[in-house]
């Protein structure tokens, strides 16, 4: 498990990603394994224009220069990594989802080649964040030229679920890595106390729910500290939505590491409502993190 994987597209948003793989696995001494697929469509190509074999050809030969430049870009990042690259010919989302079971970390930009500025996210980064085997890093960033930002510190979405179990081991490792702080956020919707308040008004003292959320936010938080203490770590418990609350934290943050699916999750949904809009609007990486086999989100 001492491998990233990155994958490549030929896209700028790619190219940002493998540079932030490489910077991510050079301390480590990690290999970087680049990842480049490639489907030749079977139905409805027209024949006329080229043939079966030569659209193949052409499609590996734009692979392989996709690849030498990732490399390049790799390289130029963390002069000295250890780089290896691969390129398949099979359905992307496929391959990274293999990949993903031997990888520490499979790493994707915010959008692929070809994304239009009306969709979201990347489909393939969102198929891997909901179903990888491993941690799946989306590398988003600040800016026109959406580089992945160097400064701040490691912030971590909390709710007490499974997935936010693991996303805190995460991110007190990639904490103590990077040498940063960690800034551990729980939230508490306070949409139904205020409804609560207008009909009960002495029923609820939204002082006492502050205290309950903060101690439950701590307990979580001291069950991993231990193992890390060189990690200086900031409690924050807000009113209001989580995805709201952390992506306003992204805008100061380096990374933002969340479970896939909080409290509540159902089987089968694909990826949770806060996962996903740091996903797709995040102003920096973002780490998504998945419970173990066992856990009852998987």
Request: glycine share 10%; with cysteine.
């Amino acid at each position: 498990m001492n491998t990233i994987v990155a994958g490549v597209d030929g896209s700028t948003s790619a190219l940002h990603a493998v540079a932030w793989a490489a910077t991510e696995a050079a301390p480590r001494r990690e290999k970087l394994r680049l990842v480049s697929a490639y489907a030749v469509p079977e139905h409805g190509y027209p024949a006329f224009l080229t043939s079966v074999g030569e659209l193949r050809e052409g499609l590996r030969a734009q692979g392989e220069d996709r690849l030498r430049e990732a490399r390049e870009a790799a390289e130029k990042a963390a002069p000295g990594i250890d780089v290896e690259t691969v390129l398949v010919e099979a359905d992307p989302t496929v391959t990274l989802l293999g990949e993903s079971r031997t990888a520490r970390v499979v790493v994707l930009g915010s959008r692929g080649l070809g994304g239009f500025s009306g969709l979201l996210v990347g489909s393939t980064a969102v198929a891997l964040a909901a179903h990888g085997s491993c941690p799946v890093v989306v590398v988003r960033g600040r800016g026109a030229e959406g580089v992945a930002p160097a400064e701040g510190p490691v912030v971590v979405g909390l709710d007490g679920s499974p997935a936010s179990v693991a996303a805190i081991e995460f991110a007190f490792a990639e904490a103590s890595a990077r040498g940063l702080p960690l800034v551990a956020v729980r939230t508490w919707n306070d949409v139904m106390l205020e409804a609560t308040l207008r009909m009960y008004p002495l029923s609820v003292n939204p002082d006492d729910i502050d205290a309950e959320e903060r101690a439950l936010l701590e307990a979580q938080v001291d069950a991993v500290r231990e193992d890390y203490p060189e990690v200086p770590v900031e409690a924050v418990v807000a009113r209001g939505r989580a995805a709201r609350t952390l992506l306003e934290h992204s805008e100061r943050a380096q990374l933002v590491v969340v479970g896939s699916r909080g409290r509540g999750g159902f089987r089968g949904l694909l990826l949770g409502s806060t996962s996903r809009a740091l996903v797709t609007h995040a102003s920096c990486p973002v780490a998504v993190v998945r419970p173990p086999a066992t856990g009852e989100n998987r």
